[in-house]
């Protein structure tokens, strides 16, 4: 069982829908990542939280807005999306502190533009 | 040049064989290592941090060569759930960033 739960496990929306993934963990770390991963190809880095403050953000369309309500939650807010943004998206944390450290992965959201 | 670089395989050995990935990266200022597995469907999970001392777990063993930037995974005994695709992972810093390698598939056969 992983101890990065995400929601929802799958998704399909239309390319005019606006919906949102949420991604939760209580290890108490405090670095939570945004990954896309398509089919055979290896997990993109989107987007960087530490300590509940945007750090990196890999030049992502505004389409993808990331929000941290706290340092347990991460949510990825989905509008206007297109047919080549289905994927699955990986959540992530790690401790957060000044070394790098291993990240745990949800299982993710496999999501499906129409 | 890819930033880290794997053979993608696949690698397709029977039970009890012993199996060995590569994986070799471009910036020698990277610090952290780790090998991820990563079963169909299925999101990637740590399966071990790589030191530069070597470290073994069970029937993996990991090794760092920071002077050929080279990091290696020797699997023995291979049992058919060691079937996946095999991640290396490498920090080039303290930015909290991961470069995945495009991962190795390795196929165990009965």
């Known amino acids: 069982d992983t101890e990065v739960t995400q929601t929802p496990k799958h998704l399909v929306m239309g390319m005019t829908n606006k919906k949102s993934l949420k991604c939760e963990q209580h290890m108490g770390h405090r670095a939570m990542y945004w990954y896309k991963q398509k089919a055979k190809k290896p997990p993109e880095l989107m987007f960087v939280y530490s300590y509940e403050k945007l750090s990196i953000n890999e030049s992502v369309p505004s389409r993808f807005s990331p929000e941290c309500p706290n340092s347990s939650l991460l949510n990825l807010h989905l509008h206007a999306l297109q047919p080549e943004d289905s994927a699955l998206y990986l959540c992530a944390s790690s401790q957060g502190g000044g070394e790098v450290e291993a990240q745990h992965f949800g299982d993710g959201t496999r999501l499906s533009i129409l | 040049r890819k930033e880290v670089e794997q053979d993608p395989g696949p690698f397709n050995v029977p039970e009890g064989a012993t199996v060995a990935f590569n994986c070799t990266y471009s910036?020698?200022?990277?610090?952290?290592f780790f090998w991820y597995r990563q079963d169909c469907r299925k999101e990637p999970k740590l399966l071990m941090s790589?030191?530069?001392s070597g470290n073994e777990d069970g029937r993996f063993t990991a090794q760092l060569n920071r002077a050929s930037q080279y990091i290696s995974l020797l699997i023995r005994d291979s049992k058919l759930s060691d079937s996946a695709t095999y991640l290396c992972v490498v920090s080039p810093g303290n930015t909290g960033k991961l470069i995945f390698g495009q991962g190795t598939t390795l196929q165990v056969k009965p």
């Open positions: 790589v030191y530069s």
């Open positions: 910036n020698s200022a990277s610090q952290s």
